[in-house]
């Protein structure tokens, strides 16, 4: 069991260091020098938010900035840019083909109200955080007490470990939350002593099933493409949706793919057929033995187990060319057939929801 | 007989429901459900009161050419005014008071006809849209509002809150189960003002407690759960039900 925490901490070290390298340009309707500015270069850790730049960026453009108060946002080919969203996931979701160095546009004026909700810097963007989180809880717990009890300085030490990317201090804080985790099978399956023996749980207090807090940022092109390249630029937040919706896992023996999860979140783009508990191609996981434990909440179990089975029954699908053509979780590109635990467990983010990135082509 | 008060109201529910295995929670089917006829008995009453209508949205946006069966949506009433009068009028925006059970429901009813209301010029209108969306991770309804005056020019948050003071930061909490933040309408992507729900579920649970928890049955009549939701959350914004809606049951 410890070997698989050591590579869980490997996994979620690679993501906390993640960053993307940034060309910032200011706009040039604020460029008040000649020659104008050159950009600034910024890695950006793929965890954070923009916002959390300014401090880096401000000065190196504070010279050339117009008289008058400063209201940040920054925007890409166009597109103002939502602070909310974590960088790593604006990157994945809006750069197709992904763009090194991204370049990106700041604003210090004229800040789209009618479209973005309003930034006033790291407060804004904690009290985001921390709203996330108390989500995040109450979808894993059922309530946020958790959370909402955190001391002031825990709250903070939490904060700033994401603002610094600490990644010791965020597990020695959020450890307190008591944020139960599902069972990974990825690791079950690989180890030869998979089975611990019923109603063992580690200290993370494991559960069988539940409900995972995910985000999901669908964009939907009418074109077919080959390359990434092809792809047009999203130019509108409309044609982005936001399916801010849990995945709820049933365990019923067989290994909970991401597949399965696509088909929870997205059952209008698979056919009636693939719908059915039928095995996945190429994936056969009935070796693992059923291991005996404890429904939590047996009654919920079997009431979000009908809903599940009937929402599925009444989703219309699509067409036949209407198809998933991407899908990126931290800048990685899953297989379907991948445990949904592992990406659990090693792929979220510090707000507890695992936000992923969906492209689909839908017919004309 | 007129009902005026939730108190009053709940005696005379015949539901009962598994109290202990209920946590005070809907589908969105279930929610889906109870809005689109909890929109048509609104608007069949043919009332003063302006009705509230069920807005489909397609899930994806991008998608609103193929009609997907599974519908989403949300309950709208728009174009409200919330705009107190001057103080020598009645202030009818008030909240119920609960011991005027029998005098003033049909007044009340012929009061909140905002639509007519009379201003002098210099007082400018300020309106505000509610919209009740379902929350996939609450499992509950939610309120969201935003308000304006009538060249379009939309109101912050203080401005708001001198109109339906019960929305303000001091007297939410005095509710405990709600507060008021600004973040984006889950469908229309634009900033909007969501009553918070963390809450909602313990609060519904209660509401439906008044009972005979002996015989407990398992009917939920999803219908009435909106119409209970909306007492509560109503009064905070200050719309209240007409008296119709309750008594027809």
């Given amino acids: ?364 | 007989m007129c009902l005026a008060t939730l108190e009053v109201f709940w005696t005379v529910i015949e539901v009962m429901m598994d109290v202990c295995n209920w946590d005070g929670t809907v589908s969105a089917k279930d929610f889906r459900i109870g809005a689109l006829s909890f929109a048509q008995k609104w608007e069949s009453l043919n009332s003063a009161f302006p009705p509230w209508s069920w807005v489909p949205c397609p899930k994806h946006s991008w998608l609103a050419s193929h009609e997907l069966l599974q519908e989403e949506g949300y309950l709208s009433l728009e174009n409200i005014c919330i705009s107190r009068p001057n103080e020598e009028d009645i202030d009818q925006n008030s909240q119920t008071d609960p011991g005027e059970e029998e005098t003033s429901c049909s007044e009340k009813e012929d009061d909140i006809d905002d639509a007519t209301l009379v201003q002098s010029n210099h007082h400018e209108l300020h309106y505000c849209d509610f919209h009740v969306v379902y929350s996939y991770t609450f499992r509950v309804p939610v309120l969201y509002l935003r308000a304006y005056c009538s060249d379009g020019r939309p109101l912050l948050l203080d401005e708001i809150e001198k109109e339906l003071p019960a929305c303000s930061s001091k007297e939410l909490p005095e509710t405990k189960w709600a507060f008021i933040t600004q973040e984006e309408h889950p469908y229309l992507k634009r900033p909007w003002y969501k009553l918070h729900p963390c809450g909602t579920s313990e609060f519904m649970k209660l509401l439906f407690l008044g009972g005979d928890t002996a015989q407990p049955k398992l009917e939920v009549v999803l219908e009435l759960y909106l119409l209970s939701w909306f007492s509560a959350v109503g009064q905070v914004v200050g719309l209240t039900i007409p008296c119709k809606m309750l008594n027809d049951r």
């Fill in chain 1, 1 to 364: 069991m410890r070997k698989a925490l050591q590579k869980r901490m490997e996994a979620q070290k690679y993501v906390w260091e993640g960053a993307i390298p940034l060309q910032i340009h200011l706009h040039e309707s604020q460029v008040t020098t000649l020659p104008p500015p050159p950009p600034a270069l910024i890695l950006a850790p793929r965890i954070g938010y923009l916002p959390l730049l300014v401090p880096l960026i401000k000065p190196h453009f504070r010279s050339t900035l117009p008289p008058g108060v400063d209201t940040i946002w920054f925007e890409y080919r166009g597109l103002p840019l939502k602070w909310y969203i974590p960088t790593g996931v604006l990157f994945d979701l809006l750069c197709a083909e992904p763009e090194r160095p991204w370049n990106i546009t700041v604003h210090f004026r004229g800040y789209p109200g009618n479209v973005l909700i309003p930034c006033d810097g790291e407060d804004s963007v904690k009290w985001s955080f921390i709203n996330s989180l108390k989500e995040a809880a109450y979808i894993i717990n059922g309530n946020c007490k958790n959370v909402m009890n955190m001391s002031q300085s825990d709250q903070l030490e939490l904060w700033h470990s994401v603002m610094n990317g600490n990644l010791e201090a965020y597990l020695r804080v959020s450890s307190k939350l008591k944020l139960a985790t599902i069972e990974d099978e990825y690791t079950s399956l690989c180890s030869s002593k998979s089975q611990q023996g019923s109603g063992e749980t580690d200290f993370t207090g494991q559960v069988k099933t539940g409900r995972v807090p995910v985000r999901l940022y669908v964009w939907g092109l009418s074109e077919d493409f080959d390359d990434l390249e092809d792809i047009s630029q999203v130019d509108s937040w409309e044609k982005i949706s936001y399916v801010n919706r849990p995945v709820e896992i049933h365990k019923e023996g067989k290994c909970f793919t991401l597949h399965d999860a696509m088909k929870n979140l997205l059952p209008e783009f698979f056919s009636d057929e693939s719908l059915s508990d039928s095995k996945l191609a190429g994936v056969d996981f009935e070796d693992v033995q059923k291991i005996p434990s404890e429904d939590v909440s047996s009654n919920k179990v079997v009431e979000d187990r009908g809903q599940n089975a009937y929402e599925h029954r009444e989703a219309c699908y699509i067409s036949s060319s209407a198809e998933i053509k991407l899908i990126r979780i931290q800048g990685i590109e899953p297989k379907l057939e991948i445990p949904f635990s592992w990406l659990v467990n090693n792929l979220l983010n510090p707000d507890h929801f695992l936000h992923i990135c969906v492209c689909v082509k839908v017919p004309q």
